[in-house]
């Protein structure tokens, strides 16, 4: 079995009045890479007629965001044109590449009737050779994402990126990445066999499950050492986590604020772009 390093607690960082938790980067752990950041909004109820999301236009560069709605929605526009309304099941895919503005914010009709949200927005790096491509967005609801079911229907895994079972992910990474959503029910299990090459984020969004024969609480990240290649999963509760893995690049990583490049010189760079206009106008 794949030997676990460590297991870090998230740190409570509320934005405005929203309830927040990163796990990553905190002061036990920087990064998995290529995965960099994870924040975790909720879970929470807002009453009717709230101020919703906090995050309006805002540029990014040399990333990628993969957004996890549980409960709740987010109304997505960026400077390249794409525009959509995600509801909960649904996922985000935006690829920020040589720079866009975008914008995250709550539906007019979840700010006007309120509701449950819970709501985690990972970072991915860009190999240095794709950080300058081309920006890409692609939102899509519950229904349009691949399900594979094991164990009797007491394992639900959405696929997003890669392939399981024959199941291809509902995205095409920039880069190889395998990534998925599983929900399961108290008891259910699975096995899964990974690279020891390759570098493994697992994240429990919701419950209590086993790996490895650790126990591992809700709002806890999984660090794994690079031997071994199986995972052995079992749900303790009824639970969710967000499982990926992917070959770390082992490039420079240099990030400040929403950019993330591969040297000081790139981030001034990214700064005077942005400032000049260079990651396209913004309509509000």
């Known amino acids: 079995m794949r030997a676990i390093k460590k297991i870090h607690n998230s740190e409570y960082r509320p934005i405005a009045d929203l309830i927040t938790y990163s796990p990553m980067p905190t002061r036990s752990i920087e990064m998995i890479d290529p995965f960099l950041f ?41 400077s390249s044109g794409h525009e959509s309304v995600i509801g909960p099941g649904g996922v985000q895919y935006m690829t920020a590449g040589k720079g866009l503005i975008h914008a995250e914010v709550s539906s007019d009709q979840f700010k006007k009737s309120g509701g449950d ?10 190999p240095a050779s ?66 020891a090459s390759e570098n493994i984020f697992f994240y429990v969004v919701r419950g209590k499950v086993s790996v490895n024969e650790k126990e591992v609480d809700f709002r806890h990240l999984v660090e794994f050492e690079n031997h071994g290649e199986r995972l052995q999963v079992e749900a303790l509760e009824e639970s969710v986590i967000i499982l990926g893995h992917a070959l770390p690049f082992n490039e420079p990583v240099v990030a400040q604020g929403p950019f993330v490049m591969n040297s000081e010189a790139q981030i001034r760079e990214a700064y005077e772009d942005y400032q000049n206009g260079k990651f396209g106008s913004w309509n509000g």
């Open 130 to 195: 794709k950080k300058m491509m081309s920006p890409n967005y692609i939102g899509l609801q519950k229904e349009e994402i691949p399900v594979l079911e094991l164990d009797d229907s007491k394992i639900k895994i959405q696929q997003l990126f890669g392939e399981w079972n024959g199941v291809k992910g509902a995205f095409e990474g920039t880069f190889p990445i395998q990534m998925s959503t599983i929900y399961l029910a108290k008891g259910g299990a699975f096995e899964k066999e990974i690279p």
């Open 117 to 126: 949200l819970e709501i985690l927005q990972l970072w991915l790096n860009l």
């Open 38 to 78: 994870l924040n975790h909004h909720g879970y929470q109820t807002y009453p009717a007629n709230n101020r919703g999301l906090p995050f309006g236009p805002h540029p990014h560069r040399g990333m990628e965001t993969v957004t996890f709605i549980l409960e709740g929605d987010i109304m997505h526009k960026d």
